[in-house]
């Protein structure tokens, strides 16, 4: 595995924030297995594991997508699972998503790869893992938890170009992990215009990164086929569930 040890460069933000990504925009892409390190300290992992992802991809090719809007007005073709927070004056409750309910085989699925990812990431960043483990342990009821995992929730993404952005509504200071699955795409890179990166998202591919802190977006997606796809799974930890009351209440 390469590492990389680097300074992240400053940017005018206003060129770059809600904005398509571009490949232009970096000039080295990461293809290989990769740990980037700010001051020594690791900030994202760029891996391949060697998992079975075949029924996993055939599953995701089966459900169907929401077209919506994301926290800041980026839309999206997806799907999440896991656990939703209240939201004021729509839903006064927390609840599990509706994938659970829908189709609880491909939720359990989905939802059995958080600890899988999990074991990466605590090997990788033990001292960023410990503090999201703990927040999670301290401030999340079990019911609203990913079973065997730190995530209360994830987010399935279905060939979305997404604008650059910072996720938000995540634990602060920890990291989101994120799968990628594709096939017959071309493009559809992880732009992180500062550390002057893109990332490939390959088919059985992991990255882990702060996605509140580094600023992030996807390049054009080009479909070879009418079979291809460029999915993303990933999890994380909202601090709306912070608030989540036991069930019977």
């Known amino acids: ?8 460069r400053s940017l005018d933000l206003s060129q770059f924030v809600k904005r398509s990504a571009l490949e232009s925009d970096f000039t080295t892409l990461v293809k290989a297995p990769t740990l ?15 998992w079975d992802f075949d029924l996993l991809g055939s599953t995701l090719n089966q459900l169907e997508f929401q077209v919506s809007e994301r926290t800041g007005g980026l ?11 209240r939201v004021a004056l729509r839903r006064d409750f927390c609840t ?3 994938l659970a309910h829908t189709n609880p085989d491909a939720n359990a699925l989905v939802s059995s790869f958080a600890t899988k990812v999990e074991s990466l990431y605590s090997t990788f960043f033990d001292t960023t893992h410990a503090v999201h483990s703990s927040l999670t342990r301290s401030k999340v009821l079990p019911e609203w938890r990913i079973p065997n995992s730190c995530f209360t929730s994830g987010i399935i993404n279905k060939n979305n170009p997404l604008k650059y952005h910072f996720d938000s509504g ?22 992180c215009p500062a550390l002057d990166l ?8 992991l990255l882990i990164f702060d ?9 054009p997606i080009k479909r070879l086929t009418p079979k291809a796809y460029r ?13 989540c009351q036991p069930l019977d209440e």
């Open 211 to 219: 996605g509140q802190s580094l600023l992030h977006g996807v390049t």
């Open 231 to 243: 999915y993303t799974i990933v999890y994380y930890s909202l601090k709306g569930i912070w608030k």
């Open 75 to 85: 839309k999206t073709t997806s799907r999440v699972f896991g656990f939703q927070p």
């Open 198 to 205: 893109g990332f490939e998202i390959g088919n059985g591919s």
């Open 36 to 50: 980037v390190c700010f001051d020594g300290q690791p900030k994202i992992l760029y891996l391949k594991p060697d």
């Open 1 to 8: 595995m390469e590492t990389l040890n680097l300074t992240p």
């Open 96 to 98: 599990a998503t509706s």
């Open 170 to 191: 995540n634990f602060e200071d920890v990291c989101s992990c994120m799968i990628g699955l594709k096939r017959d795409v071309l493009g559809g890179y992880l732009s």
